[in-house]
Every structure is written in C-alpha cells, then in structure tokens.
C-alpha cells in the first residue's frame, strides 16, 4: 500500500528558518489535528438535476479533499452552475450513456486522486463521514464499503420491502461469493484508484454498486465495512424503482455466479495433448 499515516504539521511548506528545501512531511495533507495523508482523494458525484441538493451536498465535504467530479447526467436545471458556485475548482464531465453505472464510470476516468470517493448528489449522504473511509484505505482496506447496517450506521430511507430486498440479496452474495456484508446495495464507497484494474466496470445502471462489491471480493481485495448513515433524500423524487432495480442486481449476481464457474471449471479442466503426447 502506497499510504502512510502522519501527524499533521501546521507549516505547510515544511520548511526550516535556513531557507532549505520543503522536506517530505510538506507533501502531507491535513486532515485532522492528529492526521495527515499523502494521497490525494478524489470525490465523484453523479447527478441529474440536483440543483437544490447540491448546497446540502457540498457543506459536508471536507476542505482537505482534492478533487470534486460532478458528472452531470444532461441536467435541465442549473445543477453545474451550482456546483461551480458551491466549489469553484469542482471538475465537471458530461455522463456518457444513461445511467448511475454509465456516470460512476465516466466520473472515476475523470479522477486524478489516489483514492475515490463515491457520494450521491441527492443529500442522503454525510460528507464528514469520508474522513472515516479514507481512515480506513490508508490504514490497508483496499475498498471501504459504506453500511447501514453495520453496528453505527442506518437509514432514514428504505422502505420495508427495499430492507428486505436488500437483505436477502446481500446473504445471496455472502454465500455465493464468500463475502461477509451486511449491506448490498448501497452508494457510499471508497477505493484506492488502482483497483478499478481488477474489477472491470460494465454495468450501466443502480446495480452498479453490487457488481463492485462482487468483484472486489471475486479479487482478493481487503474490504472493509464503514457504519454509516443514510438520510432522507432532501429534494425531489428518486429514479430508485425496488421491484425493477432489484431484479436487475439479482440478474448480475447470477451472471458473476456464472461466470465464477466458468472460470472454476476451466482452471481445473486438465490440458488437450496430441497423439504424440505433446500439450496441444
């Protein structure tokens, strides 16, 4: 792992009063009076005409963050105007494709951190929970997963059957995959950058976050749980739909299962040879 954890200084040139070269603590980025971090992190947020939610969104981000990437799904309202006015230097992508797996991907090509971040643009996510997430990569997590579920965290936003969606799916994956979760489909994560070389992206919709955290686990990636909480959207109405979402993450978890015995049965299948002996 390429992180080191430090104390934070107050100087932030970190140099000496003889003029000397800044030394290497000045490359440090102060997150707390007790924490500082070399890699930059980077926060991704896809969004469609979440002009009002953007301010809710933004006053929890922390100050010691690198980068903002706003992916704007082809908004109607004035969603990047308000981001520009909310964080001036926010990096802002137009989404390719049309939906919340087309704009992840197109935001995480966009990102020039270390680490990524991922927030929904529609209020129900804490920014000053990231602090615990990045806590957690630099600390050797490969990939902090965000949990209602887990001992600290909830949610003011799931209806009954969304709970009992997600909970069954999530112990559907837990024994297929051999993960331990108590949350499935859920937004809120982060990762270092050099893993999205191991899970390989191709979804296109909310299933997205599912297909992550298959893949990690189908990687040999350290994973760990973060409590977290999950709000009320603020404004507007949700694209979220359980019956149908739902039944779009079953469909990837049967694909990934299949695939993973594809892949089983073929390291395990013994070579061709020829007549001569020879490997074919």
Known sequence: MSSVLRPAISDDTGSDDRGEEPNEAGKYRPVSTHLAIAPPVSVVIPAMNEAENLPYVFKTLPAWIHEVVLVDGNSTDNTVEVARELWPDVKVVPQRGKGKGD??????????????????????????EIVSYVSALVSGADFAKGSRFANGGGTDDMTPIRMLGNRVLCA??????????????????????????????????FEVETLMNIRVVKA????????????????????????????????????ERSNRRALRRRSHSPMLTTSRGEAS
């Open 220 to 255: 040999g990636l350290k994973v760990q749980e973060i409590p977290s909480h999950e709000y009320l959207r603020i404004h507007g109405a949700s694209n979220l739909r359980a019956v149908r979402d739902g039944l779009r993450v079953l469909k990837v978890i049967l694909k």
């Open 172 to 205: 559907v994956v837990n024994r297929k995959f051999g993960a331990r979760y108590t949350d499935l489909c859920y937004g809120y994560n982060a990762f270092w950058r050099h893993c999205l070389d191991k899970i390989d992206l191709d979804c296109t919709g």
């Open 103 to 128: 704009a992840l991907i197109t935001g995480f090509e966009a990102c020039t951190g270390d680490i990524i971040v991922m927030v929904d643009a529609d209020g129900s996510a804490d920014g000053h």
